[in-house]
C-alpha cells in the first residue's frame, strides 16, 4: 500500500486560495498526514499573480488518499483554469479511479455573498460523480459560529474584499478542516 497523502490541488488568481490551501495542509500535516500542495496550468496569464506551486498531475490525483480541491469564485462557479483540469478526468472517471476517497472543497470570494457555495457545489458536484466521499467544515469548529468572512458548512471559504490575507477565523476553519480531513484518511488506512 502506497504512503497516504492529502493532495490540496487549488487555483489562486489573487493569492486567498492560495492562503486556504497552505492552512488546510497545515492542519492535516498537524495531524501527522503528508500533504501535497499543487496547482493547475493557467489559460491566460493576464493579471494572474505569479504562483509558485508544482503543476499537478493525473497520476498525484489518482494516488492521493484524500482530495481538498479549491478555485476563487467566478460567478458562481470554478476559476477557468481549474474546471480545464478537471473536464480532462473522463478516463479517471470511467476507471473509478477516485472512487471512496474522501475530499473538501473550498472557495474564496471578494464580497459577503459572492457565490461561495454554488462555488463549493460546483468543486463538490465533481467529487461526487467521481464517487468521493464528502466531508465539510462542521459546526463543532467553533469559528463557524464567530466568522465575519469566510466560512461554510460546505467548507472553508474566504472573504476577500481589498485585502490579501484570510482572517484569524477563516485561517483557524480552514486548518481544522485538514485536519478533519486528515484524521479520516489516517483511521481509514490505520
Given at each position: ?125 465533481f ?12 459546526y ?47 483511521n481509514?488506512?490505520?
Open positions: 500500500m502506497k504512503d497516504p497523502y492529502l493532495l490540496v490541488l487549488f487555483y489562486s488568481a489573487s493569492g486567498n486560495v492560495r492562503g486556504l490551501a497552505h492552512a488546510i495542509a497545515n492542519g492535516a500535516e498537524y495531524e501527522g498526514l503528508p500533504t501535497k500542495l499543487r496547482t493547475v496550468n493557467r489559460i491566460s496569464r493576464e493579471g494572474d499573480e505569479i504562483c509558485e506551486e508544482i503543476i499537478c498531475t493525473k497520476e498525484e490525483l489518482v494516488n492521493c488518499s484524500g482530495l481538498a480541491l479549491g478555485s476563487p469564485t467566478r460567478f458562481g462557479s470554478m476559476a477557468a483554469p481549474l474546471k480545464y483540469f478537471l473536464d480532462q478526468t473522463g478516463d479517471l472517471w470511467s476507471n473509478n479511479a477516485l472512487e471512496n476517497k474522501p475530499g473538501i472543497a473550498f472557495t474564496s470570494t471578494g464580497s459577503m455573498h459572492g457565490g461561495q457555495e454554488l462555488t463549493i457545489m460546483n468543486l463538490i458536484t467529487m461526487f460523480h467521481h464517487g468521493m466521499f464528502i466531508l465539510g467544515s462542521p463543532s469548529i467553533k469559528e463557524m459560529h464567530s466568522t465575519k468572512g469566510g466560512g461554510t458548512p460546505y467548507g472553508p471559504s474566504s472573504v476577500s474584499g481589498n485585502q490579501t490575507n484570510l482572517t484569524n477565523d477563516e485561517k483557524i476553519i480552514a486548518e481544522k478542516s485538514g485536519g478533519r480531513i486528515a484524521r479520516f484518511i489516517l481509514k488506512h490505520a
